[in-house]
């Protein structure tokens, strides 16, 4: 719903840049989640009560179609999960795992405890308050601006960056313009340079009018 609207053209990360894809959805690169962990990383977020799912690919797997957030989603991405009863089996080449839950405390303890337990091998962060993100180490959104800065030949001190979520202060780090909407917690807008308005009230254009256009 993206792509052709706005005729992008350029390299599209998913899964915080654990998948990053042509405009016609061929994969460029990706980096993956070890398969060995796959299952225990499931049985860490489903100890704190959390609703798992799992992205391989193109495809989308839930247990739980009637579980929290999972209508959100489908709106989001504008296509339904893949219904198992089972993960087993879907180990391999698992791209991104999200533990879901709005039980705002249960989903940052969860992403304490993934890290804390798995760190050495994979990303664990929250990219709302009511989801943890699981992937590969190097599958986060700095790592996304360091790949489109080297791609383009462009100097990280000349990108900008827009956020909103811890996740988004790696990719921060890499650009010369890091910008945290409105929203974001005050973690998230201290790790910025400059704060827009908030994502009710066009903070992305926003941004962009006052501190981006202004230095081009």
Known sequence: MLIEPLNLTTPIAAFNG??????????????????ELVAPIVAELASHDLSVWLYRGADWYVQDPKGPHVDRETSTVQFPPIVVDSYEG????????????DDHDAVAAAAKDAHDRFGDHVSASCSQPYYVDVTHPDANKGYVAKYLAARFEI?????ATIGDMPNDVLMFAHSGLSIAMGNATPEVQRA???????????????????????QA
């Open 18 to 35: 654990g998948v990053i894809v042509d405009r016609d959805l061929s994969v460029i690169e990706q980096r993956v989640v070890p398969s």
């Open 90 to 101: 879907l180990e391999s080449e698992i791209a991104k795992l999200v533990g879901v839950s």
């Open 155 to 159: 100097p990280t001190e000349q990108i």
């Open 192 to 214: 910025a340079r400059r704060v827009t308005t908030s994502n009710e009230e066009e903070g992305f254009a926003d941004a962009v009018e006052r501190f981006i256009l202004p």
